[in-house]
């Protein structure tokens, strides 16, 4: 019933477009303000927390659709979802670049945030897991390699474009690209289930639940997720400010912050050599732990700022990878997008919250306030990772015995 089994070069071809697709869309979005938000708000005098609050409507956007398009992956039209989000993306960044007046610009974002729900991470793995079943765990973390470059590549590129030609101009390239490269891929590149359902029977698809075993590993795995997007998401907009707070200059800061993409490229590639050596789960409860460390490190700030983004990228791109396979390993390719679908939708909308929150807090308390809190928050995680793996291992020796 799968596509593609045995077939190597076929199989090669179709990861690698859903893994180019994915560095540029994480690129454009979710790692965008990182270098233009302090250009957007000299350039138009809209205060910080509005131009971050675009963002974090457009994740509350995000959330709202997520539901609707985990059936839609679930059912196997995985393919034609990114390619809609393509140009959801394009036309998101387009309006962005000519908004004359904060309300179009944050009406740019709130397109954006559909674009999000249909073109990112959670789509990508479930098109992944439907085309190639329970083997898509090599798969998924090949994805997650492509994905990992996005801040290398998009943080240096939007500084150098905005330097020379503006951040409007800047947002029209980033359209472009999806438009030129990303709708070509998904179009043409990524291919249909065998089995997939008929795009008029989705609507009426049965709710998917979780059952037994499953319910306590999929609020933990809920919790996690939750958790340690709030942190990539106050990261990916606040990691120069945080680190020029601890004594770097600013060109210092975003010279080091190129290290967190090929620090998850190496962890993601330990994943795929060695990692399936051990379960999934036991992963995910490495890649908290490192998150945590590299946030520890970079208190420390000065020479402690590189290892600490080393380990802070290489945990952050484990558990990136591993909120795909654990799921997958747990609920199965059919019923892991739906499912997901479901549980992003609260963790999305924690997600939207943070950079507000986090910037209110800078304004209020100052960065080393900041970085204590995603500290705590980080070892919250970490004791939610751990009941994962117990539950997880729970649930699979209770199959196996079956």
Not at 18 to 23: A, D, I, S, W
Not at 382 to 397: E, G, Q
Request: charged share 10%; proline share 4%.
């Amino acid at each position: 019933m799968r596509f593609l089994e045995g077939l190597d070069i076929r199989r090669l071809t179709v990861v690698s477009g859903l893994g180019l697709g994915q560095m540029i869309a994480f690129g454009t979005s979710l790692y965008l303000l990182t270098a233009l938000s302090g250009p957007i708000v000299a350039d138009t005098g809209w205060r910080l927390e509005w131009v971050v609050g675009g963002y974090s409507l457009g994740i509350l956007v995000s959330a709202a659709a997520s539901v609707v398009v985990g059936r839609y992956v679930g059912a196997g039209w995985g393919h034609r979802v990114l390619a809609v989000s393509s140009v959801l993306f394009a036309m998101g960044l387009g309006i962005m670049a000519v908004a004359p007046a904060l309300w179009l610009y944050v009406a740019g974002w709130c397109l954006m945030g559909v674009a999000m729900a249909m073109g990112l991470y959670d789509v990508a793995f479930g098109t992944a897991g439907r085309l190639f079943g329970q083997s898509a765990r090599a798969s998924i973390i090949q994805i997650a390699l492509w994905g990992g470059f996005a801040s290398t590549v998009f943080w240096p590129l939007s500084h150098a474009l905005e330097g020379v030609v503006g951040w409007r101009w800047t947002l029209a390239v980033f359209a472009g690209i999806h438009l030129a490269v990303n709708l070509p891929l998904y179009l043409f590149v990524i291919p249909k289930p065998v089995d997939a359902t008929a795009a008029g029977e989705v609507r009426h698809l049965r709710p998917v639940k979780p059952q037994g075993l499953e319910g306590p590993i999929y609020i933990a795995l809920g919790l996690v997720i939750t958790l340690e997007m709030s942190l990539v998401a106050v990261m990916s907009v606040y990691m120069h400010t945080l680190l020029s707070s601890r004594g770097l200059a600013l060109e210092t800061a975003v010279a080091l912050s190129v290290l967190v993409g090929p620090s998850q490229v190496v962890a993601r590639l330990t994943e795929l050599t060695i990692g399936r050596r051990w379960p999934a789960y036991l992963s995910l409860c490495l890649g908290v732990v490192g998150v945590a460390a590299g946030l520890v490190l970079i208190l420390f700030g000065g020479v402690f700022s590189a290892p600490a983004l080393v380990i802070y990228g290489a945990g952050l791109g484990v558990v990136s990878v591993t909120s795909g396979t654990v799921p997958l390993l747990v609920f199965g390719p059919e019923r892991y997008p739906p499912l997901m679908g479901r549980l992003r939708r609260v963790s999305l909308v924690v997600q939207a919250l943070a950079p507000a929150g986090a910037a209110w807090i800078l304004t209020a308390s100052g960065a080393s306030a900041l970085l204590y809190i995603l500290l705590a928050i980080a070892s919250m995680c970490l004791v939610a990772a751990v009941f994962l793996a117990r539950w997880s291992h729970r649930l699979i020796i209770a199959r196996t015995v079956a």
